[in-house]
């Protein structure tokens, strides 16, 4: 009985968390897979039927709340779209998002995550708060700074919710995944970020050292050399190619000759009468 009781618990609730998490494709995508991993475990480890059903929810239900956890975008000052709302972006950048926040020296109201994550829900794809989160998060080696609202990987997920098609919230996303040794889903950002990629050199440039990461040295070499063909010179992109064998200049772009120049070419080459 107890057996029967435990595996009718686990096939009543196990739907629940998909349920919850429906309006947040990408943030369920992000977390099933570690979840239902860990549901199986339970199963395989556990013996008795109801403890099955009732501690792999437990386990689950972590993850059934992860929209929960990462909050709705609404946000009494925005949200705003970084790319396209500029003139919204003093309120911010003068009184929480300062220079000393963004190189993580002090904060300008409170903790640093503070202002970063005032920031971040006011504009969620605000590239430059994106990156000083990581950063910060991997300074102080938290997963969620004091001041933050949410984890460093919510922000994430906020920005790709907010601006699904943003390539560089895409690329910052990939680069935190690459830190943590998850490069199947940093990939699957990459791909998405390129598909998007607009005459951005600074983008090009990151994706280049994204993939380099990677080790797809062919990807991140057309990067480079779009980088560069767009004015973007910093010189580290092409030096890690160089150490690792893999640069190549770009060919030379094909020029058609001036077509009154080649009419009298062509002409000169006739046989005279």
């Excluded at 998909?18 to 570690?34: D, G, H, I, K, M």
Aim: aromatic share 10%; hydrophobic share 35%.
């Amino acid at each position: 009985m107890q057996y029967g009781a435990g595996r009718h618990h686990w096939r009543m609730h196990r739907q629940l968390p998909r349920r919850r998490a429906a309006a947040e494709p990408n943030l369920w995508q992000s977390c099933s897979r570690e979840a239902w991993t860990k549901g199986r475990l339970m199963i395989k480890v556990k013996g008795n039927g109801l403890s099955i059903g009732m501690v792999s929810w437990a386990m689950l239900s972590g993850y059934a709340h992860a929209y929960d956890v990462c909050g709705s975008l609404q946000n009494a000052y925005g949200p705003f779209d970084y790319w396209v709302d500029k003139n919204m972006l003093g309120v911010v950048e003068d009184h929480h998002f300062t220079p000393e926040v963004e190189s993580l020296v002090r904060g300008k109201s409170g903790y640093i995550g503070g202002d970063i994550d005032y920031t971040l829900r006011a504009f969620p794809n605000h590239p430059r708060a994106l990156l000083a989160m990581v950063r910060l998060g991997e300074k102080i080696r938290s997963e969620r700074p004091g001041g933050a609202n949410y984890s460093v990987r919510c922000y994430l997920d906020r920005a790709i919710r907010f601006r699904p098609n943003d390539s560089m919230a895409r690329m910052i996303y990939s680069f935190y995944l690459v830190k943590r040794k998850k490069n199947a889903e940093a990939l699957e950002h990459l791909e998405v970020a390129t598909q998007h990629a607009t005459e951005s050199g600074n983008l090009h440039y990151n994706l280049g050292l994204v993939y380099i990461d990677l080790g797809k040295y062919d990807r991140a070499l057309q990067h480079a050399q779009e980088a560069y063909r767009l004015g973007f010179n910093l010189p580290g992109l092409r030096a890690k190619l160089e150490k690792a064998g893999k640069w190549q200049d770009p060919p030379a772009a094909k020029t058609e000759p001036d077509k009154e120049q080649g009419a009298e070419s062509a002409a000169g080459d006739l046989p005279q009468q």
